[in-house]
């Protein structure tokens, strides 16, 4: 049984304020690599864009870190990405772009994008500059930095909305779509 298929109590995340700056600002000016080959820039693409940010995928072969399922919000991000997969064809409808953001590297990314079988790149920040450049929250577990769970849904390079914390994780794209037909 894997741990999408638990049920675990977790600890809900609060919302501390974190992100309260965010809305209206705009994307910096970053090039960053994904698990497509490709680099990207946030700032410059046009329309509805939206990005993802979660803490890390777990791989089936390598055990979380001690006591990840006991930090608030650090647990949910295989059915983050799911969900996202599973909406991507709404998504696209509502004429928006998807992108999930890890400060893992794109190496590692690259074996989740493939399990899980996800259409749209995952972003990998591993030295922080685009986290940093915008002050999103991070968590630290054991030597690295993570991003706390965060979705932006930019138009034009623009900050629109922001959801955090995102709790239950797998909710979130159903949010960011209701959100986009609104």
């Not at 930019?154 to 960011?176: H, Q, R, S």
Request: glycine share 6%; aromatic share 10%; proline share 8%.
């Amino acid at each position: 049984m894997s741990l999408t298929d638990q049920k675990i109590d977790l600890p809900i995340p609060e919302d501390d304020g974190a992100c309260d700056h965010l809305v209206g600002k705009q994307l910096p000016d970053i090039e960053l690599e994904t698990t497509q080959g490709e680099s990207i820039n946030f700032s410059s693409i046009k329309g509805y864009l939206v990005i993802y940010v979660y803490p890390m995928t777990g791989r089936p072969d390598v055990a979380l870190p001690e006591g990840w399922a006991q930090i608030p919000g650090a647990m949910g991000c295989t059915p983050q990405s799911c969900s996202f997969r599973d909406n991507y064809a709404a998504l696209k409808k509502l004429n928006s772009i998807v992108f999930g953001l890890s400060t893992q590297t794109t190496s590692y990314q690259k074996e989740a994008a493939e399990r899980l079988q996800l259409p749209f790149p995952l972003v990998s920040d591993f030295e922080l500059n685009f986290i940093q450049s915008l002050s999103l929250p991070t968590m630290e577990s054991g030597a690295n930095t993570l991003g706390k769970r965060v979705t932006l849904i930019t138009f034009d390079g623009v900050i629109k909305k922001v959801f955090y914390p995102v709790f239950p994780p797998a909710e979130n794209a159903v949010e960011v779509i209701a959100y986009l037909n609104s």
